[in-house]
Nanobody
Framework: QVQLDESGGGSVQAGGSLRLSCAASGRTFSSYSMGWFRRPPGKEREFVAAISWTGGSTAYADSVKGRFTISRDNAKNTVVHLQMHSLTPEDTAIYYC?????????????????WGQGTQVTVSS
C-alpha cells in the first residue's frame, strides 16, 4: 500500500505562487500515473492535473492551464510536484495528491486508488 504525503500548502496573496510536493512511500517504483485534485470550500472535489508514470504526458483542468505545472521525479521514490503561479482566491482549496491505477493520464477520480491527506492552500485577495 503506497502512502502519499503532501507538503507545501499555505497562505498567499493573489498573484503569488506556491509549490506543492507529494512524496510516495511504501513502494520502490511506481509505474502509475499521479494526479492532483482539490476541494474548494463548500464544493465537490475537482481534478487539477495529472501526469503519466513516465512524465511524458500531462493533463490539466481548464481553470489552471497556463498557471499550474505538474512534474514528477521517479529517481528513487516517486515525488510529484505542482507548481502554481498567478494564484487567485478561486484556487483556495484543500489539495490532494493521488496515485492512479493506470500508467496514462486520467482526470477521473475513479482511476486513482490511493490518496493523501491533503494540504490547505489559501489565496487572499
Amino acid at each position: 500500500q503506497v502512502q502519499l504525503d503532501e507538503s507545501g500548502g499555505g497562505s498567499v496573496q493573489a498573484g503569488g505562487s506556491l509549490r506543492l510536493s507529494c512524496a510516495a512511500s511504501g513502494r520502490t517504483f511506481s509505474s502509475y500515473s499521479m494526479g492532483w485534485f482539490r476541494r474548494p470550500p463548500g464544493k465537490e472535489r475537482e481534478f487539477v492535473a495529472a501526469i503519466s508514470w513516465t512524465g511524458g504526458s500531462t493533463a490539466y483542468a481548464d481553470s489552471v492551464k497556463g498557471r499550474f505545472t505538474i512534474s514528477r521525479d521517479n529517481a528513487k521514490n516517486t515525488v510529484v510536484h505542482l507548481q502554481m503561479h498567478s494564484l487567485t482566491p478561486e484556487d483556495t482549496a484543500i489539495y490532494y495528491c493521488a496515485e492512479g491505477s493506470v500508467g496514462g493520464v486520467s482526470s477521473s477520480p475513479s482511476h486513482f486508488t490511493s490518496w493523501g491527506q491533503g494540504t490547505q492552500v489559501t489565496v487572499s485577495s
